[in-house]
């Protein structure tokens, strides 16, 4: 009888990161959704020789209570860990700050019982609710990580402001956004890519080996 010797990385299955997001999760608006933020993310990852899945977790339109809501279910048997991109819609509707914490503190509480490490991707408020609630709503993130013990990454379009783009100036951000002004296009997602690529490695650097 044969007996073959294999080695323990030929028995190891892709890491998979479960994405809870809204549609600049879901890559919406975009004619290739294998150019929207998860695909992306995946390749980049891949080419930096990492084994992993991830799962597109984004619902156009989602706000912090809505992912909440779905968390249960969003995480399936087969996470090893989490990444949650929420919080645009809460701004531009407007929700309170508050509102906005407790449902991801909700989502973290939910990572964590099941020991799953979490990344906590920012967003930024404008100034057309006031500089009282963009101070409240801006510090969310950075309390919860602290709180959660979660990688932090202080802000979705990092990647963009890197590469000369500001959020607020419509006129610089035209050549990687959608026309909506609102949505990336694929160069748009590649930069936000390239910016968040980093905090995800963080991230697989906590998943359990």
Partial sequence: MAIFALSSSAWAEPVTIVALGDSLTAGYGLADQSQGLVPQLEGWLKARGHDVVVQNAGVSGDTTAGGLARIDWALGPDA????????????????????????LEGI????????????????????????????????????????????????FF?????????????????????????????EGVKLIVEGLGPKVEELLARVAG
């Fill in 108 to 155: 973290l509480k939910e990572a964590q019982a099941r020991d799953l490490p979490v990344l906590l991707v920012g967003m930024k408020a404008g100034a057309n609710f006031g500089p009282d609630y963009k101070a409240a709503f801006d510090g969310i993130y950075g309390d919860l990580a602290a709180d959660y013990d979660a990688v932090l990454a202080e802000d």
């Fill in 158 to 186: 990092a990647g963009l402001r890197a590469a000369g783009a500001d959020p607020s100036d419509p006129a610089s951000l035209a050549a990687f956004m959608q026309p909506d002004g609102i949505h990336p296009n694929p």
């Fill in 80 to 103: 090893d860990a989490l990444v949650v991109t929420l919080g645009g819609n809460d701004l531009l509707r407007g929700i309170d700050p508050a509102e906005a914490r407790r449902n």
